[in-house]
Every structure is written in C-alpha cells, then in structure tokens.
C-alpha cells in the first residue's frame, strides 16, 4: 500500500520561501509510470494543481506558477519536494503531495494522496 | 474560475438519485482526454471514487457511476446514504496546462 506523507513549516512568512517535502512509503519513486504531483486547496477554494515530476524525471508546473515554483526528488530517501519563493497571504492553503497514474488515452488520475498539511503566510 | 465548471451544490434525499455535471472545452474533456472524480469529506485529502470516466476503484460501491459525452462528464449516485454528504471534483487533463485541471467542487447534501 502506497503511503505519502507531507513536512514542512506550517508557517511562512510573506515574500519568504515555502518548502515541503513528500516522503513516499510503499513503493519506489523512481520505478513505475507515476506523476508524483503537488496539489494545493486554499480554505474554500477550488483544487489547484502546482505540478508534477514524472517517474523518468521530466517536469511540468501549472503555468500560474511556473515562475515561483521549483520542484526536486531524492531518490535515495524516495521524497520529491516543492519550494515556493516569494509567497504572499494568497498561497495560504493545504499542500497535498499525490501520485498520478496515468491513463489509457493520456493524462492521470490521482490514487494516492497525502493527508495535506497547512501553510499559512503571515508575517 | 475553473475551466472544469460543476454545479456548487446538489442535494438529494435518502434512498434517491442525483447526478453531479461536469463541463469542459476542446482542450480537456472535449479532447477526448478521460474524465475522473473525487470524494472529499471535510478536513481529509480528496479520494479517489471513479477513474477513466467510468470505472471504479477496489472498495468504492456500485451507487457511484460516472459517464462522459462530448464536452462534458457527469457523476450519478443512487441510493444516496447521509455518508455520502461531501464534496465532489471532477478532474481531467488539458492541453493549455500540460497537467490536470480540476472542477470548482459541488457540495452534495443528503435531505
């Protein structure tokens, strides 16, 4: 059973860097066909997603982002993150990390999710 | 505003039928890209409930079925129980992202 795990301060203060880190138990990051993906939900909000680092190493970040957004893995502790510079009070939200499975046709879907963590920028 | 556009709220009472739409464009669902959704009750992460327009994960109950036609996807459940009173997305691919765009979430709430 895949199990993802979100860490990371729970709070950052405005212009600042947020980072978090997705530690992946029950199978390897680096072996399969999966999108290990961010994906963020603002209190009351719609569900965004940030991006995604495919299982071959290629990268692909929603372009509302792309210019803060960095993502990186570590395959030897099997952790993907996210760093988020410049962050305002709008990047307060829940961070899920999530694995995506890709379908048939193209795209994927999301079978294994974080529990999320919350991130609150506030100085 | 979402590209994917739910319905804000749905509500049904036990026993019945009630169907969540989900409508796209020419650059996700329209473009033949598969049409997925999820189960968020509050304060937990969003869960898997059908994948590939159609198809249930192991453990999700038969009440849940979804289809997809042209522009659009929708989410039926029949039976509805008190335990089905969440939040439901639609999700699905689209070209202008390269990456997954989600619906605006509909609230089900069971009479």
């Known amino acids: 059973q895949v199990q993802l795990q979100e860490s990371g301060p729970g709070l950052v203060k405005p212009s600042q860097t947020l980072s978090l880190t997705c530690t992946v138990s029950?199978?390897?990051?680096?072996?399969?066909?999966?999108?290990w993906s961010w994906i963020r939900q603002p209190a009351g909000k719609e569900v965004e997603w940030i991006g995604h680092i495919y299982t071959s190493g290629s990268i692909k970040y929603n372009p509302s982002l792309k210019s803060r957004v960095t993502f990186s893995v570590d395959t030897s502790k099997n952790q993907f993150s996210l760093k988020l510079r410049s962050v305002t009070v709008a990047d307060t939200a829940v961070y899920y990390c999530a694995r995506g499975s890709r379908v048939a046709a193209a795209g994927y879907y999301f079978d294994y999710w974080g529990q999320g963590t919350l991130v609150t920028v506030s100085s | 505003q979402s590209v994917l556009t739910q319905p804000a709220s749905v509500s049904g009472a036990p026993g019945q039928r009630v169907t969540i739409s989900c409508t796209g464009s020419t650059s996700n669902i329209g473009a033949g890209y598969d049409v997925h959704w999820y189960q968020q009750l509050p304060g937990t992460a969003p869960k898997l409930l059908i994948y590939?327009?159609?198809n249930r994960p192991s453990g999700v109950p038969d009440r849940f079925s979804g289809s997809k036609s042209g522009t659009s996807a929708s989410l039926a459940i029949t039976g509805l129980q008190a335990e089905d009173e969440a939040e439901y997305y639609c999700?699905?691919?689209?070209?202008?992202?390269?990456?997954?765009?989600f619906g605006g979430g509909t609230k089900l709430t069971v009479l």
């Open positions: 590939a327009n159609n």
């Open positions: 029950g199978g390897s990051i680096s072996s399969g066909s999966y999108y």
């Open positions: 999700q699905s691919y689209d070209i202008s992202l390269s990456g997954s765009q």
